[in-house]
């Protein structure tokens, strides 16, 4: 099939946001095209909505968000072209750090360093997955050559993990990207990686060193880049620029990096842990109701924009603990909206109606939900209910066997390889595969019956 032409749309679009000269930046992420625009309120929301391939609006994280769908990768290379922006031009506007409370800003900012290597830590994820059910059914050793080199191309995202980060923190916060991944290799070198092994004291210029193994950690290093950054830029206002290539670089590390051991480091893991201890309190003393509260309303709060404040903290969470029970709840909400749109499907008589509710299905099967939520949930909100109950109750489940999710993936069907246990299967992954199947199916009768008013309205309309 040829490729389609979306010049139409691109030009709309632009031209409802305000125009070129209003657009700083656009992105996409799997359904959504993400501008940040100089003035939101030039932008016309109301028309942009009666575009014909547009499913939603949202202003959310200092972005205008349009909802396109799964084609928007396709879109969006038109849009850049309509907008005059070219591939690799855009830079991080450091709009988006100062804008909105504080959670915002952390998110935007932790979003910014992890969201470039998603891809990685998907396949990174997918061949964890696989390797554990190839130990489990035998078919590979822990010690095996294969298994040892698939295993380094699958784990090396997490144990460099300050490396990735500090590099596109250096583009965060705008300052040299490769001095910012020194400081994040410097935290996990080899030598003083096995002197804290070892239990041997270190100091720096007397002073006692707290050692503390960085490898997979992520606060640490965003919090030395954000210091690098402004080192960098205070030594460039003093030193001559001719000689700024190689003394800017050494006076950044030369502070940066023992800083980072001296106090960065220790206070951020602290930081770290303390997140992740606020949050596991709720899922070690009343699992199930944590379970319950974040399986029946965390579509609701991603779509109220109110997730800004739990993203960090998940996130820290995985990278820290090395699993998370949270995202493991999480995962079933997908299965509920997916629930939902089979219920609309079957119950509506409408073609069209019928045809969106399967497509949705596939669209949630494949870990993207908004289609459902913006075409069938919000319209009746009966059927969020629906899927608030089915999720509800899965999580509830889940959380009280006690799942967790070991790696970074996809949702939908994508979610199953990160419910895998490194060492082997257990009920993480079939309390996943069973709860999915609770919620999904709870949620698929509620919405059949829910649908039916307001089906049979559309129906005796026609």
Not at 150 to 164: E, G, H, Q, T
Not at 249 to 259: A, C, E, K, N, R
Not at 322 to 345: C, E, F, I, K, Q
Not at 386 to 407: D, N, T
Request: charged share 15%; hydrophobic share 50%; aromatic share 10%.
């Amino acid at each position: 099939m040829g490729k389609i032409n979306y010049t139409q749309l691109a030009s709309d679009l632009v031209r409802l946001v305000g125009g070129r000269e209003n657009i700083i930046s656009v992105t996409n992420c799997m359904t959504r095209l993400r501008f940040v625009l100089k003035d939101e309120n030039a932008a016309k929301t109301d028309e942009i909505k009666q575009v014909k391939d547009v499913k939603g609006v949202v202003r959310q994280g200092g972005q205008y968000q349009i909802i396109i769908g799964t084609h928007v990768n396709t879109v969006i290379a038109d849009v850049k072209k309509e907008a005059g922006i070219s591939e690799g031009e855009e830079k991080t506007d450091m709009k988006l750090l100062k804008d909105g409370n504080l959670f915002d800003r952390i998110f935007k900012i932790i979003s910014g360093c992890i969201m470039p290597m998603i891809g990685v830590m998907v396949a990174s994820g997918m061949i964890k997955g696989l390797l554990a059910v190839l130990a489990t059914v035998k078919v590979l050793e822990a010690t095996d050559g294969t298994y040892l080199i698939l295993y380094a191309a699958a784990n090396s995202i997490m144990y460099f993990l300050p490396v990735v980060v500090g590099f596109n923190a250096g583009k965060v916060f705008g300052c040299n990207q490769f001095v910012t991944a020194i400081i994040g290799a410097s935290l996990i070198y080899p030598d003083i990686i096995a002197a804290q092994a070892a239990g041997t004291a270190l100091t720096f210029l007397k002073i006692p060193v707290t050692l503390i193994n960085y490898s997979g950690s992520l606060l640490p290093v965003v919090a030395a880049s954000w210091v690098a950054s402004k080192i960098e830029k205070g030594a460039k206002r003093i030193i001559p620029q001719m000689v700024q290539l190689f003394f800017v670089p050494t006076i950044v590390l030369m502070i940066t990096v023992p800083l980072s051991y001296l106090v960065i480091g220790p206070v951020m893991t602290y930081v770290s842990n303390v997140l992740s201890a606020g949050v596991m309190f709720i899922f070690n003393h009343v699992p199930v109701l944590g379970g319950v509260l974040f399986g029946a309303f965390w579509q609701l709060i991603v779509l109220l924009g109110l997730h800004s404040a739990f993203i960090p903290v998940l996130m820290n969470n995985l990278f820290t603990l090395g699993s998370d029970p949270v995202n493991a709840v999480l995962g079933l909400t997908v299965w509920a909206l997916a629930g939902v749109s089979l219920g609309y499907a079957l119950r509506t008589k409408d073609k069209e109606k019928k045809s969106l509710g399967f497509g949705n299905l596939v669209s949630c099967l494949f870990g993207i939900t908004e289609p459902t939520i913006y075409s069938i949930a919000l319209p009746n909100f009966k059927l969020f209910i629906a899927a608030f109950v089915g999720g509800g109750v899965g999580g509830g489940i889940m959380a009280g066997l006690g799942g967790r999710m070991y790696s970074f993936i996809g949702d939908g069907i994508f979610r199953f390889p990160a419910m895998i246990n490194p060492k082997g299967l257990d009920i993480s992954f079939y309390g996943f595969a069973l709860c999915a199947a609770i919620s999904f199916v709870i949620s698929a009768v509620l919405a059949f019956i829910l649908a039916g008013e307001d089906t049979n309205k559309t129906d005796r309309s026609k």
